[in-house]
Nanobody
Framework: QVQVVESGGGLVQAGGSLRLSCAAS????????MGWFRQTPGKEREFVAS????????SYADSVKGRFTISRDNAKNTVFLQMNSLKAEDTAVYYC?????????????????WGQGTQVTVSS
């Protein structure tokens, strides 16, 4: 069982940066791939980024590639999402999730454990 809690959301101007954090419980954190998803009202939750258990492999949605960076600190059971050059269309609730198994995952259904989400609002 893994519990994840996101933090770091907020209001930022277009072109600005935010860093999201996700703290996870459990003693086998490195055995889980971690991912970030986002959702806006009326739309399905969409994949943003994923990182493998050892942190060596990363995967990004095309819409954020080159602007967002996912990373993790297994010693602190934490995963991060650094978001730069933010756009109004990045506005969403961002969710952190954990998937059983160490390999990166892009499908929402591959993830077993989810946080409550943190709101990111980018003003244009």
């Amino acid at each position: 069982q893994v519990q994840v809690v996101e933090s770091g959301g907020g209001l930022v101007q277009a072109g600005g940066s935010l860093r999201l954090s996700c703290a996870a419980s459990g003693r086998t954190f490195s055995s889980y791939a971690m991912g970030w998803f986002r959702q806006t009202p009326g739309k399905e939750r969409e994949f943003v980024a994923s990182i493998s258990g050892n942190g060596y492999s990363r995967s990004y949605a095309d819409s954020v590639k080159g602007r967002f960076t996912i990373s993790r600190d297994n010693a602190k059971n934490t995963v991060f999402l650094q978001m730069n050059s933010l756009k109004a269309e990045d506005t969403a609730v961002y969710y952190c999730a954990a998937a059983s198994g160490p390999f990166t995952r892009r499908l929402r259904t591959d993830y077993n454990y989810w946080g409550q989400g943190t709101q990111v609002t980018v003003s244009s």
